[in-house]
């Protein structure tokens, strides 16, 4: 895409969260959801209730990274590094750009639980929709507590992996359509959870608020079935998404990729 103005695309009741619609184009999304389900099964993770696959090598224990090569469609045709590297928000990260990408698939009704991104990354995380929207929460912990564990909680209580009670309301939601990329910086990323919820379909409740406070980018969004659906209260159903989670490790482990092939088989 062409030259990007961040100031044109900052999220409305934020300061340094941006939503950059139409990032790649539909040509553009179609290579790369291609490439990524051409991918040979060892590079498909199986957890729970998704599939991923991580890009730019394993990080240890202790939060370095083990590099290996991206993939050429990562960071050649259409090069999604190249072009967050130009928007110039990880320019004060220690590689200047994303090192790291994690390709989660999400079917409809998947979903991933709030949770922090931790401790190895700079903070900022860019992220790239590819196939279908999804609804992005932001959220907050309860005020007051601690991180000591809960012992009892409301069966449809949110709880972190520390133990910490979660504010289910969230303090922000965005539209991600299909081929958009959100940045999270700031404390938005430092301080608060993300998370999506696991829906066949998003329906948009008219509560008598402005589409703007229910959907904080909707004035950003492109798509014209998606803001009418937020403005009307009507629903969206979600389709597979492929969601590249771009961050920068910031600490190289010393044995460098070498190691990464061995383990990998591929030496």
Known sequence: MSTVNLDDYVVPGTTRTYYIPEFVTEDEEEYLTRK??????????????????I??????????LIPQDMPPFANQYPDIVGRIRALGVFKDSAHGEPNHIIMNEYAPGQGIMPHEDGPAYHPVVATLSLGSHTVFHYY??????????????????????????IDPNPVLSLLLEPRSLV???SDLYGSHLHGIEGRVEDKFEEDGRPPQERIANYDLLRGKEAREAIANG??????MRYSLTCRDVEKIAA????????????A
Not at 40 to 52: E, I, M, V, Y
Not at 55 to 64: I, M, R, S
Not at 255 to 266: H, N, V, Y
Request: charged content about 25%; proline content about 8%.
């Open 183 to 185: 940045i999270t910086t």
């Open 140 to 165: 907050r912990y309860k005020p007051d507590t601690d991180a000591s564990p809960v012992q009892i909680s409301a069966p449809d209580e949110l709880i972190s992996s520390t133990g910490r009670p």
């Open 36 to 53: 990524i389900n051409e991918a040979p099964q060892p590079w498909w993770k199986r957890l729970q209730n998704r599939r991923l696959q």
């Open 234 to 239: 009507s629903m969206l159903e979600r389709g």
């Open 255 to 266: 044995m460098g990729g070498a190691l990464f092939k061995k383990l990998r088989g591929t």
């Open 55 to 64: 890009w730019g090598g394993e990080l240890t224990g202790k939060h370095a």
